[in-house]
C-alpha cells in the first residue's frame, strides 16, 4: 500500500503543477501579440485605446503569471513586446534602410529588456503601478536621448493626440 499511496501523491503534485505551455510559451505568445495589438494605436491604422488595452494585459502577463516573476521572465516577456511592437510600428523605416530599422529594433529590445528586469523588481511591492509607471517613463525619456540624439516616437503619451485628453497629457 506504500507504493500505492506514493504513486497517488506524485500523481497529484503533477495536476497541481501548470504546464511548460501556460508558464512559458503562453506569456511569450501573449505579449508578443500584446505589443502587435499596442501597434494598431499608431499610424497607418489610429486605433484609439490600443496601447491601452495592450498595457493592461502586458502587466496583467508579468503580475499573474503562475509561477513567480523573474528578471530573466520579464526581460523576455518585455522584449517580446517590444519585438512585436516596435517591429511593426516602425517597419516604414524600411523604406530608409533595412539596417537602419534593425538597428533601432534591437536597441528597443535592449530597453525593454532593461525595463522588464526593473518591473520584475518593482512588480511585488505595495505601490507596485506607481513604481512600474516610474520605471515606463524612465525608459521612455531614456528612448528620447538615445539612440542617434533620441527616437521619441511611439512613446505611451503620443496615443493622446487627436482625443478628448489630449490636453491632460
Not at 504546464?19 to 505579449?31: D, M
Not at 536597441?107 to 525593454?112: E, G, R
Not at 527616437?151 to 487627436?162: G, Q, S
Request: with cysteine.
Amino acid at each position: 500500500c506504500g507504493v500505492h499511496r506514493v504513486r497517488i501523491r506524485i500523481a497529484q503534485q503533477h495536476r497541481s503543477q501548470p504546464s511548460v505551455l501556460v508558464t512559458r510559451a503562453l506569456p511569450v505568445t501573449g505579449a508578443l501579440a500584446l505589443g502587435f495589438i499596442a501597434s494598431l494605436n499608431f499610424a497607418p491604422v489610429r486605433l484609439p485605446g490600443m496601447l491601452l488595452i495592450a498595457l493592461v494585459g502586458l502587466f496583467a502577463i508579468l503580475r499573474f503569471t503562475p509561477e513567480s516573476i523573474t528578471a530573466r521572465k520579464a526581460a523576455l516577456y518585455l522584449s517580446a513586446f517590444a519585438l512585436s511592437f516596435f517591429g511593426v510600428s516602425m517597419w516604414w523605416l524600411n523604406a530608409v534602410s533595412f539596417a537602419a530599422w534593425l538597428a533601432l529594433l534591437l536597441i528597443h529590445l535592449a530597453l525593454f529588456a532593461v525595463l522588464g528586469g526593473g518591473l520584475a523588481l518593482v512588480m511585488p511591492l505595495r505601490w507596485w503601478p506607481l513604481w512600474a509607471a516610474s520605471w515606463w517613463t524612465t525608459v521612455e525619456m531614456l528612448r528620447g536621448f538615445a539612440p542617434y540624439g533620441g527616437f521619441p516616437w511611439l512613446r505611451v503619451a503620443h496615443t493622446a493626440l487627436d482625443t478628448p485628453i489630449a490636453g491632460v497629457t
